[in-house]
T-cell receptor, first 113, second 113 residues
Framework: DQQVKQNSPSLSVQEGRISILNCDYT??????FLWYKKYPAEGPTFLIS?????DKNEDGRFTVFLNKSAKHLSLHIVPSQPGDSAVYFC????????????FGTGTRLTIIP | GAVVSQHPSRVICKSGTSVKIECRSL??????MFWYRQFPKQSLMLMAT?????????EQGVEKDKFLINHASLTLSTLTVTSAHPEDSSFYIC?????????FGPGTRLTVL
């Protein structure tokens, strides 16, 4: 049972444009969400997070939006840069801190120069 | 951000042998560390939660006698794959929590011949 889903396995975006990565979840107990970026043969790198009390969190070129009623979150990257090419995972947990993370299946983002 | 290291980064072993993987939080203390496994083109799957000074908590389907976890100090957790078989070949990643965010190590590629 995949509780966190990323339905787009891949996405290609022109450099300078906006990249939008989507994530859906089914478990209503999830209240903290994170996005990670991962290169092959490396561990995930934390990008940005959002708690369920917010609907938006912004950090530089990265913005995460949360629609709790739809159980949907998205990551916006603008402007997209070639170095953003990687696999992006969304993850969810039932509380802050030391609770386990449930990861989505990942979306491979390719930025076209 | 917080730094987590893993050693070794890559290991090849013969079937039936045991392999130990170390996970260290370099600039912070972590009472809880997590061990994940990622098969090719799949998501990260949580194997177990490592608790300093107590027994690890294993996820359903993960054999605790095969994947031995020791969290001897606030900066070190080890995962030992005992009597490794080719199906244990995978990418093993650890993480540690600081300020409500999990930071991941660079991963260990295990190949069992």
């Amino acid at each position: 049972d995949q509780q966190v889903k990323q339905n787009s396995p891949s996405l290609s975006v022109q450099e300078g444009r906006i990249s939008i990565l989507n994530c859906d979840y089914t478990n209503s107990m999830f209240d903290y969400f994170l996005w990670y970026k991962k290169y092959p043969a490396e561990g995930p790198t934390f990008l940005i997070s959002i708690s369920s009390i917010k609907d938006k969190n912004e950090d530089g070129r990265f913005t995460v939006f949360l629609n709790k009623s739809a159980k949907h979150l998205s990551l916006h990257i603008v402007p997209s840069q070639p170095g953003d090419s990687a696999v992006y995972f969304c993850a969810a947990s039932a509380s802050f801190g030391n609770e386990k993370l449930t990861f989505g299946t990942g979306t491979r983002l390719t930025i076209i120069p | 951000g917080a730094v987590v290291s893993q050693h070794p980064s890559r290991v090849i072993c013969k079937s039936g042998t045991s392999v130990k993987i170390e996970c260290r939080s370099l600039d912070f203390q972590a009472t809880t560390m997590f061990w994940y496994r990622q098969f090719p083109k799949q998501s990260l799957m949580l194997m177990a939660t490592s608790n300093e000074g107590s027994k690890a908590t294993y996820e359903q389907g993960v054999e605790k006698d095969k994947f031995l976890i020791n969290h001897a100090s606030l900066t070190l957790s080890t995962l030992t794959v005992t009597s490794a078989h080719p199906e244990d070949s995978s990418f093993y990643i650890c993480s540690a929590s600081q300020s409500d965010t999990q930071y991941f190590g660079p991963g260990t590629r295990l190949t069992v011949l």
